[in-house]
């Protein structure tokens, strides 16, 4: 079945550091992709998405892209701050309503 | 401002009582969505709906029971039959049951002691 991968967390990283948080999917369809990010005690709230391959989703200066070959939506950000530090979700949607979730990966950044 | 609300933010019961979460959107979205959330894990999903007075179970709806009447609203029943009901509960939408993108809100945490 559809399954989507992360890299296991908490990923601690200093402000002004550059962020790879990989995502890894299996998918029989032809999948979008998204990241979804979680502050503490709060909602999840759309980051970037991608809906076919070879796209680039971005926002707030992350970035992600749609790599088929790889199968791959790696998330990235060329400097962190501490207002970053969340839990981000790495999902994929085929054909209908359902979302499969990774299992979030918990960034943790030190000023 | 268009959105989703979830009351309350915080919810404590006792062991055997059953409880209902609040649900309610304004987005005039179709289909609407229950997950379970524990620490340090990911989302799974209770049940969802994709039209008025029609719902499905997801992965791990025993326990849970839920109602749509209402398009905007979306009523998560933790019934005492629920083993582990201590959890962070998540509601979300979408546009129709097609869409990709949805739409959180900002949950509500349930203790059961």
Redo the contacts between chains.
């Keep these: 079945g559809d399954s989507v991968t992360q890299m296991e967390g908490p990923v601690t990283l200093s402000e002004e550091a550059f962020l790879t948080i990989n995502c890894t999917y299996t998918a029989t369809g032809y999948p979008?992709l998204?990241w979804?990010v979680q502050y503490p005690?709060?909602?999840?709230?759309?980051l970037l998405?991608a809906?076919k391959a070879d796209d680039k989703g971005s926002n707030k200066g992350f970035e992600a892209t749609y790599r088929k070959e790889t199968t791959s939506f790696h998330l990235e950000k060329g400097s962190v701050q501490v207002s970053d530090s969340a839990v981000y979700?790495c999902a994929l949607?085929v054909?209908?309503?359902?979302?499969i979730?990774?299992?979030?990966t918990?960034l943790i950044i030190k000023p | 401002d268009g959105g989703?609300t979830?009351s309350p933010k915080y919810l404590f019961r006792k062991e055997g009582q059953n409880v209902t979460l609040s649900c309610e959107q304004n987005l005039n979205h179709d289909?609407m969505?229950w997950y379970r959330q524990d620490p340090?894990?990911?989302?799974r999903?209770i049940y969802?709906s994709?039209i008025v007075n029609d719902f499905q179970k997801g992965d791990i709806a025993e326990g849970y029971s839920v109602s749509r009447e209402k398009k905007e609203s979306f009523p998560l029943t933790v019934t005492s039959a629920q083993k582990n009901p201590t959890a962070f509960y998540?509601c979300?939408s979408?546009i129709t049951?097609?869409?990709?993108?949805?739409?959180?809100?900002?949950?509500t945490?349930l203790t059961v002691t």
């Design positions: 979008s998204f979804y005690g709060e909602g999840l709230q759309l998405k809906t979700f949607t054909l209908d309503y359902q979302l979730w990774g299992a979030g918990k | 989703i979830q289909a969505y340090g894990q990911g989302l999903l969802y994709q998540l979300a979408s049951s097609g869409s990709n993108e949805q739409y959180f809100g900002p949950g945490r």
